[in-house]
């Protein structure tokens, strides 16, 4: 059954100590708690007290040390109010767990012999009886009894194991590790002189790999301070790295507990990828520190209050330390990738939804990702230096409180005078707007046209129109500037804006720096995005005019069979030349959209995408591409190699980038070149993205076996093997391969790294998943049906490869929707895949 934003009501009661204790074994944990307790001022009173419990062996229950008989039910335990006092008191509770047999990885469990947490969002009360809501803060003492040297919990330490947490939090930000760790340890001294210890505690082996996440730790915590004048608040900073963990990270209070494929990173082991990851993710998680965890969420359906502002600070501090076009650039393709997907399909949901069955269904790029594009409006619609003002208000007034987005708004209001009401439309309605654009020139006036339409998402047939800046600037045909960046703000249906006094029809350059996520549909003749290709002072929109050339010559080839157009040709081969350009901004241009780009745009555009039309067409224009750059290929790739020791710096990345580009379109031709740069990779992404260009041209098998032998005792490497053979599977054998890989020895599908590494690699290889056989549907189907017991958030996230359905074709459409109901009818399912699957199927 659904839960509703609109039945959101106060605790019956205060918690204002809490006092837990552990003693630790794998099939027999004890865990006695003891809460005082007192009734809530602004909740109704006289209620009874409603504790929250899953799968607990409840042993003992005592209210100011007199037993109490009440039993348990299925979802938590009732103290009836004829039981409780009308002022303060003490509830104890003793339950008995079972770490090592919980395999859904929420609430404590074992991974590799270590005891470990996950409590976000509703995994506490897996560990003990309590009102597991976020608007109920307290303040935690921890102890443990177990053998296991690693002893560690919230806040600081008073005694060996033993922990103390000063600041008040909810429960989803509790932890607890216990194991046989190392720890990598450095220092920070806060702005105002507070010197903080720093470990990261992983296993023996993995002690050497922790340099960068430290590295970046250090500069999350120096950025946050001069950026956001904020500061750490404990002695201590625990980082562990954890190799069973169903998400990225988690910012528990003073422990951050990290899927270690996102703390661990030699230059032999990790991508440059991995490196950019990882740093965003520490600072992701070190900034939720305060915007997260000094202020919290009211209730779950606030979510994007900490995520969305916090995946906003992450992505500044990235560009900030990197590249912030090259940044932007990226972090727009990826939010295309997975929310403008989401959003365009039946799971569709608002940055604050309404209602839910499972909270853990609604960690989405919605919530993330369009809810800090959100925020990046705000910026741009109050300026900077309000959005200051604003956030520090927000610290001072929320310090410590479980706020709302009315909250968030407010605080925006008061500072700033700014009217948000329409604005908050952007929080409360689904889907992605589209923008059309058109224009016209007359006596020296130039008008542009903007009309948006808001497409209905499932429970919300109207919508209303948004707040929605538009960055502009306007060129002249022979590419100079002739209106820097303008912002126009769209509040209703349709506008017009006249610029006059110009001597010649310009061309726009709308939608600078994805200024608002939406999708624009503007008539451009490829003249003109070849001019704004080689001439847009805005980078996300010089790159936009090379993909806009190239999805046109893309969908011109698939629809028409148009050949290449020599004008794509010559304006990507001109900024591959262009030795001005930074590599990795230059990398980006060379790279075709994605076959899964290609489909959602000619969806957006009225036609039904044909998978294996998609995939032949883009191998086409590569190799076009590649003999068209042939001439300049070989002293292009020796010039991009880079000498000298590794950096992960985004500089020497983005050379590594652009070479194995290059590298890539080399292979068109002669696969040879690639050969050698595998054989003389000095890092990861090298040996990796050599041999994934061998794969892609059926190539490789030599260096796919050299790989494993080399490999195949690191597990997070060993992830890379298994994921890129099936992501270069040709689409006749993807199904096949991912079959015969989830036969390998080493295919641990109860690890999500592992599982996800075949599993959503397959899901991502667009034409072998959407292959006409079905056999990739049914093989994913018959995979959530095996992992949905096991672990059901993992799998609720993995159904998510079937929610673009609706683009395709019939006979498609029919293959998905039978394995989707197939799924659905396996008795016993989850809350978690079966609130997927009635949406998907929108039941
Ligand atoms: N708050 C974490 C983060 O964004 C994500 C935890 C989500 N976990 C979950 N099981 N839903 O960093
Ligand atoms: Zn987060």
Redesign the pocket.
């Known amino acids: 059954t659904a839960i509703l934003l609109s039945d959101y009501t106060p605790f019956s009661h205060l918690i204002d100590h809490v006092t837990l204790h552990f003693t630790l074994h794998p099939l027999q944990t004890r865990v006695s708690a003891r809460l005082s307790l007192r009734p809530n001022p602004a909740a109704v009173q006289g209620q009874d007290l409603r504790l929250d419990g899953e799968n607990l062996s409840l042993l003992s229950l005592a209210l100011n040390g007199k037993p109490l008989a009440h039993a348990p039910d299925e979802t938590g335990l009732t103290i009836p109010a004829a039981d409780l006092p009308n002022g303060p008191f003490t509830l104890e509770t003793e339950v008995e767990i079972s770490p090592q047999t919980n395999t859904s990885l ?1 609430g404590l469990y074992m991974s590799n012999g270590m005891y470990c947490t ?1 409590c ?2 509703q995994g506490f009360r897996k560990i003990t009886f309590y009102p597991d809501r976020p608007d109920v803060m307290a303040r935690f003492d921890v102890t443990m009894d177990t053998d296991l040297p690693t002893q560690l919990s919230n806040g600081n330490p008073t005694g060996p194991g033993a922990w103390h947490d000063p600041w008040p939090k909810p429960a989803y930000l509790f932890a607890l590790v216990a194991g046989d760790l190392v720890a990598h340890t450095d220092h920070f001294t806060t702005l105002s002189g507070r010197r903080v210890t720093l470990n990261i505690y992983t296993r023996a082996g993995d002690a050497h790999k922790c340099a960068y996440a430290m590295d970046s730790l250090i500069r999350s915590m120096r950025w946050d301070e001069q950026v956001y004048g904020r500061e750490y608040d404990l002695d201590i900073f625990n980082i562990v790295a954890v190799d069973d963990f ?6 528990n209070k003073g422990l951050n507990i990290f899927n270690s494929k996102l703390v661990l990173a030699t230059p032999d082991t990790a991508t440059d990828d991995d490196y950019a990851r990882i740093e965003a993710v520490i600072a ?2 070190y900034f ?1 520190n305060w915007t997260g965890n000094r202020i919290t969420c009211r209730d779950w359906f606030q979510l994007c209050l900490k ?1 969305g502002l ?1 995946v906003y600070r992450d992505q500044q501090f990235s560009g900030d330390m990197r590249s912030a076009p090259v940044k932007r650039i990226e972090d727009v393709l990826a939010l295309r990738a997975r929310q403008f997907r989401e959003d365009g399909g039946p799971l569709a949901h608002a940055v604050r939804p309404d209602s839910y069955v499972e909270i ?1 269904n609604f ?1 989405t790029a919605t919530i993330y990702e369009k809810g800090a594009e959100v925020i990046g409006m705000l910026k741009t619609l109050v300026g900077d230096a309000a959005y200051a003002d604003a956030l520090n208000l927000y610290f001072t007034r929320h310090d410590g409180h479980a706020a709302t987005i009315e909250d968030w708004l407010q605080v925006f209001t008061d500072a700033t005078g700014h009217d948000l009401t329409q604005f908050k439309h952007w929080y409360t309605q689904a889907g992605t707007p589209h923008l059309t654009l058109t224009d016209d020139f007359k006596n020296g006036t130039y008008t542009l046209y903007i009309k948006q339409n808001n497409p209905t998402t499932p429970g919300q047939p109207h919508k209303d129109p948004k707040v929605i800046p538009i960055a502009l600037g306007l060129l002249s045909t022979s590419g100079a500037e002739v209106l820097p960046t303008t912002i126009l703000t769209l509040t209703q249906a349709e506008h017009s804006f006249e610029f006059p006094n110009l001597t010649a029809k310009p061309i726009p350059s709308a939608l600078r720096g994805f200024s608002a996520p939406v999708v624009l549909h503007q008539t451009q003749s490829n003249t003109d995005r070849a001019i704004l290709l080689a001439h847009d002072t805005d980078a996300f929109n010089k790159c936009e005019a090379g993909r806009a050339l190239a999805k046109s010559a893309l969908t011109d080839h698939i629809l028409h069979q148009t050949p290449t157009p020599h004008d794509w040709l010559a304006a990507i081969t001109a900024v591959t030349r262009e030795t001005t350009l930074d590599p990795a901004f230059r990398a980006l241009t060379l790279r075709l959209p994605s076959d899964d780009d290609i489909a959602q745009t000619l969806h957006a555009s009225g036609h039904i995408p044909d998978p294996a039309a998609i995939h032949a067409a883009r191998r086409t224009l590569q190799t076009d591409l590649a003999n068209h750059l042939k001439p300049h290929l070989p002293s292009l790739i020796a010039a991009h190699q880079t000498p000298g020791d590794f950096s992960p710096s985004a500089i020497a990345a983005g050379h590594r980038a652009f070479r194995l580009g290059l590298l890539s379109l080399m292979a068109r031709i002669d696969t040879a070149p690639a050969t050698h740069a595998y054989q003389n990779a000095k890092s990861m992404t090298e040996q990796l993205g050599a041999l994934a260009i061998l794969l892609d041209n059926g190539m490789g098998q030599p260096e796919l076996a050299q790989f494993h032998a080399q490999w195949q005792n690191d597990r997070l490497v060993m992830d890379k093997w298994f994921g890129l053979q099936i992501s270069m599977a040709a689409p006749d054998h993807a199904a096949h391969i991912t079959k015969f890989l989830t036969e390998h020895a080493d295919f641990d599908w109860k690890n999500p790294n592992r599982f996800r590494a075949v599993i959503a690699s397959l899901a991502a290889n667009h034409a072998g998943f959407h292959h006409a056989s079905g056999q990739g549907y049914a093989l994913l189907a018959d995979w959530l049906i095996k992992l949905d017991p096991v672990n059901p ?1 993992t799998a609720a996230r993995m159904s998510t490869a079937f929610e673009t359905w609706p683009r395709y074709d019939q006979t498609r459409q029919t293959l998905i929707r039978n394995e989707l109901s197939r799924i659905r009818q396996t008795p016993n399912l989850s809350r978690n895949l079966g609130e997927m699957l009635d949406r998907m199927l929108g039941a």
């Open positions: 929420d996950q976000e969002a169903n998400m990225g990270a988690m910012e992701h998680e939720h995520e916090t853990n960690y958030q």
